[in-house]
């Protein structure tokens, strides 16, 4: 007599809704990924949260949130929800070029350093030394002052900041893999070293190193806001999240939704983004 067996769940299977019951048991993370969602289809698609023109009064001065302006007005009449909503396509747009930049270029240095090593790693490797004695935003600074005004400029200086940190990350990685014995075996089988290093040092190397991007997304985002709150993104009346603090901060004590309303966007995103990143981080060293 034949009897009947019950398959059980796949171990693929499994392991998805473990996760997904994992997630779901951390409302924080939740809460941070739709802030996330929310802030890049503000970015988007504005018109999807507002009709108001950000440029133009639409209502009288220095109004306090209502109903009708959710953020109030400024000192000119405009509505500061509208100008929040549309000036986060500037600010996440160069937050996303600053941290491509510091990806991009900093690996680069990162994975020569740590491959070809000996001169090649000297001369790299005191260019980033060089890069992390001085503060990130000092750098920030000086690369702005030389490019120029403007949020392309902004995104460019935060960047070059940013690059110390990836070429470290990138090195280390790259002198683990360099060292196991399929690489060795791969060496001495003559395979090219330009088709060594894309299919098999760097794959295996840029799991940390995406890792720090997401970290870096939060820092970034303080680079650029206060490099636009000094003065340096956009010029008036365009609007961006720093030029908005800024331009509130002389009506702190009649309207303090003017800067404090456009700050609160900012440090709900940078720590929802510090929040996904700390859970990438944490996935990262589990699957290690």
């Known amino acids: 007599m034949s009897t009947a067996t019950v398959a059980g769940p796949r171990p693929a299977d499994t392991g998805r809704f473990a996760r997904l019951r994992t997630i779901l048991r951390q409302p924080g993370l939740i809460l941070s990924w739709a802030v996330l969602v929310t802030v890049l289809l503000a970015a988007a698609v504005p018109s999807l949260f507002t009709d108001a023109d950000p440029l133009r009064a639409s209502g009288p001065r220095l109004t306090a949130p209502n109903a009708q302006h959710l953020f109030g007005t400024d000192n000119l009449g405009r509505d500061v929800f509208s100008r929040v909503v549309h000036g986060t396509s500037a600010s996440v747009e160069a937050v996303a070029v600053a941290v491509l930049l510091g990806l991009l270029i900093g690996s680069l240095m990162g994975l020569l350093a740590g491959y070809f090593g000996r001169w090649v790693d000297d001369i790299l490797m005191r260019v980033v030394d060089v890069l992390l004695a001085v503060p990130a935003l000092l ?24 690059v110390a940190a990836f070429a470290r990350v990138m090195r280390a990685e790259v002198l683990r893999i360099r060292g196991m014995a399929y690489i060795e075996a791969t060496t001495f089988a003559g395979i090219s070293r330009l088709r060594l290093l894309t299919r098999h040092v760097l794959p295996n ?9 997401t970290i870096e997304l939060g820092l970034a985002l303080l680079s650029v806001s206060a490099l ?5 993104g956009a010029p008036p009346p365009a609007p961006e999240w720093g030029s908005l603090v800024a331009g509130g901060r002389d009506y702190l004590a009649t309207a303090w939704w003017m800067a404090s309303l456009p700050g609160a966007v900012i440090a709900v995103t940078v720590l929802s983004a510090n929040r996904i990143a700390r859970s990438v981080n944490r996935q990262q060293y589990v699957s290690v």
């Open 139 to 162: 750098i920030s600074l000086a690369f702005i002052t030389a490019l120029g005004f403007g949020t392309v400029n902004i995104a460019i200086a935060v960047g070059i900041g940013n």
């Open 205 to 213: 190397a840029a799991g940390p190193v995406l890792v720090l991007a």
């Open 228 to 232: 636009s709150f000094l003065g340096f």
